[in-house]
């Protein structure tokens, strides 16, 4: 239960226009000393919602090499647009919307192919093409589907027989979300017909055709695993017949259910397929590194030449999320890593197994949808963040070898509004250990920063501690406006990394299976203490807690199921108010129920205690039947939410009202909101609701 991150960037040139960050400002006189948490800030609410752009995607054309991407709009209820990078220019109109909703998450929702752009259409579930010329009006490609029981996403031309759009397809029989049913299909452009093309699995992800077409990959899974626990990557023969895709000859690559995950496959000829897999031959450390099968053979090698014990690809939440890229014809590749829970670019030699060059020149702290720029294109694009200034669409040139030296042209500014440098406050990525445990707490801290202020020097800021979703994700380095506005105003705010999170190897993933609720709040409160106690730089006396989806209910786990449900002063969950995991494994979509399974050890049949002990809802009262609810609790909660309904705040909320009437309690449930806020309005509110909730409660 992610949720998604903004993806934000450094704007250093747009088109052939230099973009500069705003220079510390020298107009304040003098320095104010206030109590921290009480400053002021020229950040505000509405820079927050509207000042950043998130940016879904990025696409090019194959035939074209024109750059597109897909690019969220909070002022217009928050609807995706394709966007022709260069020119600036939408390229489908106002009343649609490209994004998907497969898997609830969604991702990879177009593709464009000879400047026709083919995408999921949000609000009525059907694929459209659209060309790439100013005023061209969508047609559908799709059946039509009056009761809106179809999904597509991941889409894949061929690229012989054009008219034809491999396709995930996920179909709704009924309302309930875990009966839904995922296949591949193919989508006849030209027809708006839909045929079948591979079932049978749980799940699909990124079907791919090989350059000739005469071949196609793709990965599944099946439950209870993840995409990023056991994927796993097939490959079949291709051939048309009557108009039509016919598959043969379906052959497995990689992967191991429960075991070894394999994904992310792309082909390098018509007979080498690269992918990236969490199997390291000869090495008890699992991390995802790539990985070259040959058609010819029916085998695999490794790209590396040794193993490195660091992720080449991040658990696919959401499709789309290429962690690599091919470089001219293929002989080399571009690579992101994760190191010290941030990302590093390397260049790999794919003609035999080698050791990667590192770009030492690489300031980007995330880098995601890796694409070449076209057919033997020596340059890619990219979406990626920095940890000090905003940024946009990059594109990244390489010399030659053996340096290749990189040259950035940033296409896309995501700064409507640059923030001045001096409220930049820069996070400190920190290793912790608790004494006894060889797996530490990974950290991120942002200190107050205000030029026109500063704290009492015998007083410590109050702290913000961040939880994100997943709970099988990571909190990035990555420039983030909600937290600088709290930042800005005097509060520190840690992110944790938890035993658990991502990036880190599957091993340290694998920590949190069976002790979800546990090791999460655990390690929370530890980092907050272990940074006041060892570094003196927070208040944890006045700590608030923090999160997301699967870090809401981390939240509200924190104040009543944690061993220390006293810990914190102040509490906010977000579209993430999971009470009740018995009416979670009830309710929740099929994509993650058997995840939850793996997190807590067992279905709710196998383990109802367990059950119940980490469920909020059936722990508002201790043991002894009193009221254990101390810490005042803001919750936050998208109406139309289907990864956690609003039905699990609401009971939440009434069995408080009951059993616990002295609990400080402020919530607001909003219309149109589902996991996570879109529109404009809504992001401002939710800032303001919890900025005024910390004010009350954490300031004491």
Known sequence: MPYKRDRIFRPQCFGQVALRRIPPSNQSPMVQTAPYGTWTSPITPETVATSSIVFDDVLVDPITSVVYHIEERPDEDGRSVIVNTAEGRDVIPSDFNAADAVNEYGGAAAVVYGGIAYFSNLTDGRVYSVKDEEGSEPSPVSPEDPNQ????????????????????????????????ETTLCVLDATTAERTGLVEGADFYAAPVFNPSGTKIAWQEWYQPDMPFEGGLVYVADVSIEDGAIVLSNKTYVAGEKLEISAGYPLWISDTALLYTSDYTPGSSLRFQNPFIYSTDTGSSRAALATPIAQDFAEPAWYFGLYPYALLGDGSYGAFTAFQDGRNILYVLDLTKSSDPVQIVDFPFVVAQHLKQEGPDATTFVFTASLNDQPGGVLQCSLGAAPSFVPTYVYLKSSSAQ????????????????????????????????????EGPTAEKPPCITGVHGGPTSMSTQAMDLKKLYFTSRGFAWLDVNYRGSSGYGRNYIELLAGNWGILDNQDCEDAVTMVDEQQGLVDSKRAAVRGGSAGGFTTLCSTTTASNNTYYKAATSAYGGISDLKLLAEKTEKFELQYMYKLLGGSPDEIPDVYTARSPYYNVLDSSGQPQMTIPLLMLQGKEDPIVPEEQAIIFLAKIKVEAPDEKLSYHFYDGEGHGWKQASTIEDALKREHRWYMENLLL
């Open 149 to 180: 029981q179809y999904r597509y996403a991941n889409f894949a031309v061929h690229p012989v027989q054009t008219n034809l759009i491999a396709s995930i397809l996920e179909y709704h029989p009924d309302d309930n979300p875990q009966n839904v």
């Open 418 to 453: 640059p923030v001045d440098d001096s409220y930049i406050s820069i996070p400190q990525p920190l290793t912790l250990y608790n004494d006894g445990d060889p797996n530490p707490i990974y950290a991120i801290l942002y200190l107050p920063k205000n030029p026109d202020f």
